[in-house]
């Protein structure tokens, strides 16, 4: 298993472990600052039908617990993505093809799942299919706010949004990578903006 090389601090002094895996390099740990970069807060939003019904930025603890802040980080909707200001200065949150290089770079989707996951089950559920975190990322299961704001399948999936519209749907949608338990694949697809999901910063590497 890789280890990391270098660390990154965000706006609030919170410290990442990160890692070289090809031509970039990644934070080892799920974004968890409740700023942007410029200072300015994110709302913490607990209560399900007021999450359901924003169209601006905002983050919460799964189950709206901060207990879950140190391991598993933070989950954002999209809009806190597009303001392009949530990672450090120099870092950026992924695009759809950073994530396309990492899995390339990891042997293809078909087998990175389980290259990036966390071994064993201390944090994700049995079987966690194939998973050696080989590369060093360490994907832990953090799991993910649905448009109603349920937090549902900690344990089960790794979910990360990406910078990337999706163009193609008629309601607004991003593009986000995941891992799951059941499977070594870590493929894209694209969720509804108010879907909460994990932040995982990057920055390009000579």
Not at 135 to 159: C, D, H, K, N, Y
Not at 166 to 176: I, K, N, Q, R, V
Request: proline fraction near 5%.
């Amino acid at each position: 298993m890789a280890k990391p090389t270098g660390t990154v601090t965000d706006v609030e002094g919170n410290v990442y472990p990160t890692i070289i895996i090809g031509k970039q390099e990644w934070m080892v740990e799920n974004l968890k600052t409740t700023q942007f970069a410029d200072g300015t807060p994110i709302p913490n939003v607990t209560d399900g039908v007021t999450w359901f019904d924003l169209t601006s930025h905002a983050y919460a603890w799964y189950d709206n617990d901060i207990a879950n802040k140190d391991l598993y980080g933070a989950l954002y909707n999209w809009w806190v993505v597009d303001t392009t200001i949530i990672c450090p200065e120099g870092w950026t949150v992924p695009s759809q093809d950073n994530w396309q290089a990492l899995a390339d770079s990891l042997g293809g989707t078909a087998v990175a799942g389980g290259r990036m996951k966390e071994a064993g089950t201390a944090h994700w559920q049995a079987p966690n299919t194939g998973a050696t975190n080989q590369s060093g990322f360490a994907a832990l299961p953090a799991g993910w706010r649905s448009l109603t704001g349920a937090f549902i399948e900690q344990g089960q999936v790794a979910m990360w949004w990406t910078s990337t519209p999706d163009l193609l749907t008629s309601d607004p949608e991003g593009d986000f990578w995941d891992a799951s338990f059941q499977s070594t694949s870590s493929n894209g697809a694209s969720a509804r903006f108010q879907s909460g999901f994990s932040i995982r910063c990057r920055r390009t590497v000579n």
